[in-house]
């Protein structure tokens, strides 16, 4: 018998090492073939992710309108000293008996509608006005400030760093002589003038003289 066993254990041996090398081939093979196999597949990062829109939040210099909806008109323009007496009369705000002037647009709606901040910048003010309800003011540079009148449902509080296209509020039912439509009365300085919005939509801060 134990002429035998000094046989044995060796041919196990042999027979253990013979099953790794067949196994360690077979794993190498395996790998072979799926790699050739992938070829007939379109398996790539950019088709995956090919219909997936990304969101990015880009800042711009370019001023917006100060609010969402498509459905606002303009109820007032702003008053120019250099327009025409036509124009200039239909500028005219008439306020419980005292006619005045315009110093910005009067935006309007039947139904009330959001509105955004036109720019990034700063609320340095929240205050009553007699004519034209709660006041947004926000300071975007040295320069520059926007006010938002007749809101309602403020979102921010004085302090707030607001971003360009924020909502900032909603607009609220007029006192003028339209009653019956939502309104939002927007004015801009500039190096503390007012000047018309309608003359800075599309235009950037570093285009303003």
Do not use: W
């Given at each position: 018998?134990?002429?035998?066993?000094?046989?044995?254990?060796?041919?196990?041996?042999?027979?253990?090492?013979?099953?790794?090398?067949?196994?360690?081939?077979?794993?190498?093979?395996?790998?072979?073939?799926?790699?050739?196999?992938?070829?007939?597949?379109?398996?790539?990062?950019?088709?995956?992710?090919?219909?997936?829109?990304?969101?990015?939040?880009?800042?711009?210099?370019?001023?917006?309108?100060?609010?969402?909806?498509?459905?606002?008109?303009?109820?007032?323009?702003?008053?120019?000293?250099?327009?025409?007496?036509?124009?200039?009369?239909?500028?005219?705000?008439?306020?419980?008996?005292i006619?005045?002037?315009?110093?910005?647009?009067?935006?309007?709606?039947?139904?009330?509608?959001?509105?955004?901040?036109?720019?990034?910048?700063?609320?340095?003010?929240?205050?009553?006005?007699?004519?034209?309800?709660?006041?947004?003011?926000?300071?975007?540079?040295?320069?520059?400030?926007?006010?938002?009148?007749?809101?309602?449902?403020i979102?921010?509080?004085?302090?707030?760093?607001?971003?360009?296209?924020?909502?900032?509020?909603?607009?609220?039912?007029?006192?003028?002589?339209?009653?019956?439509?939502?309104?939002?009365?927007?004015?801009?300085?500039?190096?503390?003038?007012?000047?018309?919005?309608?003359?800075l939509?599309?235009?950037?801060?570093?285009?303003?003289?």
């Open positions: 018998m134990e002429r035998y066993v000094k046989y044995i254990i060796p041919t196990i041996y042999i027979g253990i090492i013979g099953v790794m090398i067949m196994c360690f081939c077979l794993v190498i093979s395996g790998i072979k073939n799926f790699a050739t196999k992938t070829d007939d597949f379109n398996y790539t990062i950019d088709n995956a992710f090919e219909d997936v829109i990304p969101v990015v939040k880009t800042q711009s210099d370019e001023i917006i309108k100060p609010y969402l909806s498509n459905d606002v008109t303009i109820g007032k323009n702003y008053y120019d000293f250099e327009s025409n007496q036509n124009e200039q009369e239909e500028s005219i705000i008439f306020y419980e008996g006619y005045l002037q315009n110093n910005g647009v009067d935006y309007v709606s039947k139904d009330s509608f959001d509105i955004v901040s036109v720019l990034d910048g700063e609320i340095t003010l929240i205050e009553d006005d007699e004519v034209y309800g709660k006041r947004i003011t926000i300071k975007h540079t040295d320069n520059l400030i926007t006010i938002y009148s007749n809101v309602k449902d979102l921010p509080s004085v302090g707030y760093k607001v971003s360009q296209g924020e909502i900032i509020g909603v607009s609220d039912l007029s006192n003028l002589s339209d009653k019956e439509k939502n309104l939002l009365h927007f004015e801009v300085y500039f190096k503390g003038k007012s000047i018309d919005p309608e003359n939509y599309t235009l950037s801060v570093s285009e303003l003289k």
